[in-house]
Every structure is written in C-alpha cells, then in structure tokens.
Nanobody, 122 residues
Framework: QVRLVESGGGLVQPGGSLRLSCTDS????????ITWFRQAPGKEREGVSC???????YYADSVKGRFTVSRDNAKNTVYLQMNSLKPEDTAIYYC????????????????WGQGTQVTVSS
C-alpha cells in the first residue's frame, strides 16, 4: 500500500548533504513508528533509520553519526538529514510507517511512500 509522500532527493557531490521529508495527508505520523529505507540497484531494501518519539530513534551502523532522523508534528512530517554523503549512499529512499515500536525490517511495514532518488556522485 503506497500512501506516504517523500521529497528532497537529488544529485549531490560526495561529502554533501540532503534533507529528505516524509509526510501524509491522512495518517497522523506522530502515532506511528516511521522508518526510512533505501534500495540500491540489485540490492535488498535496507532499513536506515527509525523514529518513534524524540527519545526513540534508531540507525543502521552504516549511517550512524552522519544521518539524523527527526519529526515536526505541527507539519506532520518526518525528516532525514543526511550529511557527509558517500557514493554508497546512492539509492531510492522510502519512508514507511507501522504501529508499535521501531523496526528496521521491511517485512514489518505495509504502508510506504513512492520513494525519492538520492544520487551521490562527483
């Protein structure tokens, strides 16, 4: 089921930054765990970061210290701030939601966005 809307992807040089946004017109995102996934060509979908509340955030080891997930409940939006981007971060980035606690496993989610392309290249 595709419902969420991602934006903010683009082309950036290595070492650069991007901020992705995830929003929805019907779900109140604050009630759910929101997770960012990414999928590169020929690879499985990988959980990147999840936020359940301000004090409940999770990151894949590959992005710790570089990516930050946050939410603005007034705007019903979850953000993924990506700094120090590397070519291996190139992928389509998706957000997904689920009730209950965070999980970085894609099989636990059935509400997704359409994805936004992030390309890191010089």
């Amino acid at each position: 089921q595709v419902r969420l809307v991602e934006s903010g992807g683009g082309l950036v040089q290595p070492g650069g930054s991007l901020r992705l946004s995830c929003t929805d017109s019907r779900y109140t995102l604050d009630y759910y765990a929101i997770t960012w996934f990414r999928q590169a060509p020929g690879k499985e979908r990988e959980g990147v970061s999840c936020i359940r509340s301000i004090n409940s955030t999770y990151y894949a080891d590959s992005v710790k210290g570089r990516f930050t997930v946050s939410r603005d409940n007034a705007k019903n939006t979850v953000y993924l701030q990506m700094n120090s981007l590397k070519p291996e971060d190139t992928a389509i980035y998706y957000c997904a939601l689920r009730p209950g606690p965070c999980s970085l496993s894609a099989v636990r989610y059935n509400v997704w966005g359409q994805g936004t392309q992030v390309t890191v290249s010089s």
